[in-house]
């Protein structure tokens, strides 16, 4: 009960509901007593909720005071430029991480025979991270950084 006692709106919708309340820690209290004690809870929650709220202002005041700047996000929203700026620079990364793999897949491939799954095996046996730097090699995985050096160099690499 502590916690639907704080909310005002909730203990409001049961009095206006005219419910029957009753208190299982104190099941001797019902009726016109029971309905004193929610509205008696009520205006508890709406002074606790005041209270916290003055305490909230005055610690952001005197926090803006202390020179701290206050609230999230400080720029202007991304453009389509922003977007595409982004994106090309995701992609340089990407593809600059596949290049730098490239020969350790040269080296465990040497003829280009291997399936996927025999290379990503040889990564993870060899201990080479993937390009998140998370989880371990798989057949796409190895696909798609593939793909990625076909795509940036114009031809089969790796």
Known sequence: ???????????????EAGVDVRFCDLPQIEGPTGRFLL???MAVAELEAGMISARTKAALAASKGRGKKLGGFRGRAGTAADTAKARAARALKATQQARSIAPIIDRVDPDRTASLRGIARALN????????????WTAATVSRLRQRLEHADGQRVG
């Open 39 to 41: 509205q008696s809870m």
């Open 1 to 15: 009960m502590d916690g639907l006692a704080r909310s005002q709106s909730f203990l409001s919708r049961i009095l």
């Open 125 to 136: 046996d060899e201990g080479v991270p993937t390009p998140s730097g998370e989880g371990k």
